[in-house]
């Protein structure tokens, strides 16, 4: 699996955006980018995921560097819910065997977000 | 829609005992994967079932091993049990086996070893 890097940790403010990169520069043409978070004492939970164009749904925004060796997770205005460790993983769409049903995690990025 | 169903939610065992976990996934989701959780290793991949066949598998012992039924819910059973063991364990469904479907995850079953 390609492999990803993100901050070990970030803050933000509450009610301000706050933009989570990751790099992936040995990403491959097939390789799609999601996210995911966990909040404390919760099972991960799926935000978003794009290929190549920009992605928006209700509860973030992807945007995908033009040559795909980055990535942000943009989330527009931060709530105290919205504390967690945010995982970025790629996922080839090719590969089938040794990666059904995998996801690989990093340590992603401990995000706290202050009143 | 319900969730992704994990039980029990929490379990305390001693070593060498076994202990079963219990999965239902998302109704009409047939892919079922299960995760160990440590303070240490991070999420790791322990196998992935879809159509009651275990399609993948992670670097994980044979203690470890699950099955899947025909109405798509799972179980894992560790064997022989360890303090390294101790551990939350997640179940997370997708209504298929492709690489582009997003996971929907329980909140899991934290196993404590004593």
């Known amino acids: 699996d390609a492999k990803t890097t993100q901050p070990n940790s970030m803050e933000s403010n509450e009610e301000e955006p706050v933009h989570l990169p990751c790099n992936h520069s040995t990403i491959s043409g097939t390789d799609y980018i999601h996210w995911y978070r966990q909040l404390p004492s919760q099972g991960p939970e799926y935000v978003i995921h794009?290929?190549?164009s920009n992605v928006n749904n209700r509860m973030a925004s992807l945007a995908i560097a033009e040559d795909r060796k980055s990535s942000t997770l943009i989330l527009h205005r931060a709530t105290l819910r919205d504390a967690a460790v945010y995982y970025c993983?790629?996922?080839?769409?090719?590969?089938?065997?040794?990666?059904?049903?995998?996801?690989?995690f990093g340590q992603g990025t401990i995000l706290t977000v202050h009143p | 829609k319900a969730g992704v169903t994990q039980t029990p939610r929490y379990l305390i065992k001693t070593r060498g005992q076994q202990v079963t976990l219990s999965c239902s996934p998302i109704s009409g989701h047939r892919s079922v994967s299960w995760y160990q959780q440590t303070p240490g290793q991070g999420l790791q991949f322990l196998f992935e079932?879809?159509?009651?066949?275990?399609?993948n598998k992670g670097n994980f012992p044979g203690r470890f091993s699950g099955r899947q039924f025909s109405n798509s819910r799972s179980e894992m059973n560790v064997s022989t049990l360890e303090l390294g063991d101790s551990a939350l364990y997640l179940c997370?469904?997708?209504?298929?086996?492709?690489?582009?479907?997003?996971?929907?995850f329980g909140d899991g079953t934290r196993l404590s070893i004593l």
């Open positions: 794009g290929l190549t």
């Open positions: 993983i790629l996922r080839d769409i090719n590969a089938g065997g040794t990666s059904y049903g995998k996801l690989t």
């Open positions: 997370a469904s997708s209504p298929t086996t492709g690489n582009n479907q997003p996971q929907h």
């Open positions: 079932y879809f159509s009651e066949t275990q399609r």
